[in-house]
């Protein structure tokens, strides 16, 4: 049986997953808590991150590294932004040590930023991780859904060259949930047709997008779709807009889709309208991001 060598955690905005790895990074055991970032009261990180493997901590004496929001502004320590192009080895010389009372100490991975063409800023904590561990190729695009999706390009030897974060998933909440859009919906009917039909006016009206969204409303209201095909049409919409205008000056003949399963099969149909092809990254790609950091630092020796 390997030896546990690393303390993994991904550490987001609503949940903590911890992973014990072995040699090469292989993964010996995996538990998770509604512990993330904005769960945990009064700042007590420490406290949660005990409660969900602080046996592994005293007993296996091994390095501890943690990606995502706990390094940001609201989580344990706001660990710095390293500016685009970025690689592995920037990231990794600059993890953020917080010393643990229980002894040992936690090391945050920094997050990425970088200026876009339009002059805004973006940043992404975790994700940059994600990246690394999916060992993707030289010039490759990368689309990682969720609630703040983001378009990732690399560069030479995996550098993370620029990005694009789209609020796709968190406008869809709060469009169903505590917009008028959502008065007319009822849930649990899937309606692929009205989803494709979304898509395809998203992708050629990306520029008109707070018109065709109100739109999801009229179609209702006149009775052109069903309340049950609502939602569906409404992700479909979404989805359109962000990648017409993710592609909008240059589009990619396939991208590499990394995340929720669920997720992955909507974007892989959307992409599909808009000819673009798409592939799976490999599974385990966080915890194999978050070994290969440690091993850049030197927490940890590559075995194998």
């Not at 040699?23 to 009261?41: H, K, L, Y």
């Not at 039909?197 to 052109?224: C, D, I, K, P, W």
Request: aromatic share 6%; hydrophobic share 45%.
């Amino acid at each position: 049986m390997s030896r546990p060598r690393l303390i993994a955690l991904d550490w987001g905005t609503t949940n903590l997953r911890a992973s014990l790895l072995g040699d090469g990074g292989r993964v010996i055991e995996t538990r998770s808590a509604p512990g993330g970032v904005m769960a945990v009261q009064d700042r007590r990180f420490e406290q949660a991150l005990m409660a969900l493997c602080g046996d592994w901590i005293s007993g296996h004496r091994c390095p501890v590294v943690a990606s995502g929001m706990i390094g940001s502004r609201q989580g344990w320590v706001e660990a710095p932004y390293v500016a685009c192009p970025a690689d592995l080895a920037q990231a990794s010389a600059q993890l953020v040590r917080v010393d643990l009372a229980a002894g040992g100490a936690l090391h945050i991975v920094p997050g990425l930023r970088c200026v876009g063409a339009d002059g805004q800023d973006d940043v992404m904590r975790g994700e940059e991780t994600q990246l690394w561990g999916a060992l993707l190729p030289d010039g490759s695009c990368c689309v990682l859904p969720g609630t703040h999706s983001k378009w990732a390009w690399l560069g030479d030897a995996g550098s993370v060259v620029s990005f694009q974060t789209f609020m796709t998933g968190e406008l869809y909440a709060l469009l169903t949930q505590h917009g008028i859009l959502g008065r007319l919906m009822t849930y649990g009917q899937a309606d692929a047709a009205a989803f494709a039909q979304g898509v395809q006016l998203g992708l050629s009206e990306y520029a008109n997008a707070t018109h065709v969204l109100f739109g999801v409303r009229t179609a209702g209201l006149m009775g052109r779709l069903p309340p049950a095909s609502l939602p569906d049409y409404l992700s479909g919409l979404l989805l359109g807009i962000e990648i017409a205008g993710a592609t909008r000056s240059s589009v990619p003949r396939s991208v590499t889709l990394l995340g929720d399963d669920a997720l992955c099969a909507r974007y892989e149909a959307a992409l599909a309208q808009a000819d673009i092809g798409s592939q799976r990254a490999a599974p385990e790609a966080t915890t194999r991001g978050q070994w290969r950091v440690a091993t850049q630092a030197a927490l940890v020796e590559e075995t194998e």
